[in-house]
């Protein structure tokens, strides 16, 4: 794999060469992580999760919404062959 030479901005930024982003497979505004390595910079793809955090309040709706009326738990025992809870 050939070498690329890289030059660090005033700003700390280096452009990485579009011959080595195609080799890659890295599209513009791709996320990468950066960490040292043996006194190496190594550069790895990243991925992006979008996370949601929710209150006790939405939670709590959610558990209401998911209780099983006591026919539907019957209902459920009996086609399971279970002894009612």
């Keep these: 794999m050939p070498k690329e030479t890289l030059t660090i901005?005033?700003?700390?930024?280096i452009t990485l060469p579009a011959s080595l982003r195609k080799r890659l497979g890295l599209?513009?505004?791709a996320v990468l992580?950066?960490?040292?390595?043996?006194?190496?910079?190594?550069?790895t793809p990243a991925v992006v999760l979008e996370?949601?955090?929710y209150d006790d309040k939405q939670i709590k709706a959610w558990?209401?919404?998911d209780e099983f009326s006591p026919g539907e738990l019957a209902t459920l025992e009996?086609?399971?062959?279970?002894?009612?809870?």
């Design 9 to 13: 901005s005033s700003r700390g930024q």
């Design 27 to 29: 599209e513009a505004n």
């Design 33 to 43: 992580t950066a960490e040292v390595v043996d006194g190496r910079v190594v550069l």
């Design 51 to 53: 996370l949601e955090a």
């Design 63 to 65: 558990e209401r919404a």
């Design 78 to 85: 009996a086609k399971l062959n279970r002894d009612p809870i």
